[in-house]
Every structure is written in structure tokens, then in C-alpha cells.
């Protein structure tokens, strides 16, 4: 049930947030970069995992309003890093493995709201928050493969640049989380 309820969480397009964020982290690479992309992937899962469990346990409670705002912020900084980088050809370590880190960490007291009305009054969470966090790791792997398919088409077989695809896919990303940041921030202003 909470497998289940992590990915679908993460693939909603009311979320889109989630979704944007894993295209950004992906941007960058191609099908052939499958292994640093679960690198990526997991890093993420790892720094919101940590988050989720200390915000659904009542350790860490930062304002909900605050991390909406943060989440988009987190998008553009990401797509804004691959719009400005040299190399076409990712390195072997690089910014975007601390960004899906400490980003992570982020996204995951994003989460915690969600994951805390689906547990209710339940005292045992361990086995609930690893299925719901694998669920959302399923998820992100279903759009990282989506993306890294999408990129393959485009550069592979239309024979659009590595770095053109890149600098599209980043700055369409960019754009739409800056507006999204704009928006929770004035929200943030309000109250």
C-alpha cells in the first residue's frame, strides 16, 4: 500500500514539482549514463529520506510554506547549473550529486505532510516510510527512464547536440520553476 502510494505520489502531475526536479538532476546525461544517474537518484532518495523520517517523527518541523517555497528553488538553482556548465559530457563527480543530496533533504520535509495524514495515529512507521520511500525511489526511476529515453530519441537518432538538448530541457525546466518560486514566494510574503 505505501509502495505503492510513494510512487504514485511522485509521478502525479499535481506534483509536478517532483517531476521536475528528477528531469533536471537528468538533463545532463544520455541513456549510456544510466549508472551516474542511479547514483543520482539515490542520493536524492537518501537526503529526502532522512528528512521525511525526522519530520514525520517530530524531530525536525520547519514551515510548510517555507519548503514549498524552497522545492522550486532547488529546480532552477539545479537547471540553472546545467545552463551554465562548460562541458557538454558530464565528469565523474560533479555538483549535481550534492544538489540531489542536499536538495533531497528539501524535498523530502515535502513529503512529510503527505506521509504524515497517510499514517494517522500509527506508532510503528518504520516499515511504512521504508515502503513509502522505495515507492518514491520506483517512482523517480520511472521518470529518470523517461527522460534519459526522451534524450536518447532527441540526440541519438534527430541528431540534436548533447548540449542543445540540454540547454532546452534545463531552460524550459528553469523557467517554469522560477515562476513557480515567484508565485509560493509572494504566498510566503502574505501570511
Not at 85 to 111: C, D, E, S, T, W
Not at 129 to 134: E, G, Y
Not at 146 to 158: E, H, K, P, S
Amino acid at each position: 500500500m505505501y509502495f505503492e502510494m510513494g510512487w504514485q505520489h511522485i509521478v502525479d502531475w499535481e506534483g509536478m514539482d517532483h517531476i521536475l526536479f528528477i528531469a533536471a538532476l537528468c538533463a545532463i546525461y544520455l541513456l549510456e549514463d544510466w549508472r551516474k544517474v542511479l547514483v543520482l537518484v539515490t542520493a536524492f532518495t537518501i537526503g529526502h529520506s532522512i528528512t521525511l523520517a525526522l519530520s514525520v517523527t517530530n524531530v525536525v518541523h520547519i514551515s510548510s510554506d517555507l519548503i514549498e517555497f524552497l522545492i522550486p528553488v532547488t529546480i532552477f538553482i539545479t537547471a540553472f547549473s546545467n545552463i551554465i556548465r562548460k562541458q557538454a559530457v558530464p565528469g565523474k563527480l560533479q555538483l549535481n550529486y550534492f544538489f540531489a543530496g542536499f536538495f533531497g533533504l528539501i524535498h523530502g520535509m515535502g513529503f512529510s505532510g503527505y506521509l504524515k495524514s497517510l499514517l494517522g495515529a500509527q506508532t510503528n512507521i518504520v516499515k511504512p516510510l521504508l515502503a513509502f520511500n522505495l515507492g518514491l525511489e520506483f517512482g523517480q526511476i520511472l521518470i529518470v527512464t523517461g527522460v534519459l529515453l526522451l534524450a536518447g530519441i532527441i540526440v541519438n537518432i534527430t541528431r540534436v547536440k548533447r548540449r542543445d538538448w540540454n540547454m532546452f530541457l534545463s531552460s524550459a525546466i528553469f523557467g517554469i520553476a522560477f515562476m513557480m518560486a515567484a508565485e509560493r514566494f509572494k504566498e510566503l510574503m502574505v501570511k
